[in-house]
């Protein structure tokens, strides 16, 4: 896997806590084991865009009141929908 930083050819997938703004602004939270990719040449650890696209849109179709501090993706992943698709998104 290239790294999309340095294009260094031997990222690998893991997974890290990430910490994000909720849409309405209220508060960020914390979202544990989440999805990503590690750089051990350029040392950047990242989500894809396939992967902050999802939590972007899940965080937009749920009550994000629901949403303790901390939250393991997964389990942000199956809270029910609100709405059936993000209609702000293109």
Do not use: H
């Amino acid at each position: 896997m290239n790294c999309e930083w340095c294009k260094a050819a031997n990222a690998v997938e893991t997974t890290c806590t990430v910490y994000w703004e909720l849409p309405d602004g209220s508060r960020a939270i914390e979202i544990t084991d989440t999805p990503g990719v590690s750089c051990p040449d350029c040392g950047m650890e990242y989500q894809p865009e396939n992967f902050i696209e999802e939590i972007e849109d899940q965080l937009m179709l749920i009550d994000t009141k629901q949403i303790a501090k901390t939250i393991p993706y997964e389990q942000l992943m199956q809270l029910p929908k609100m709405l059936k698709r993000n209609y702000f998104k293109s």
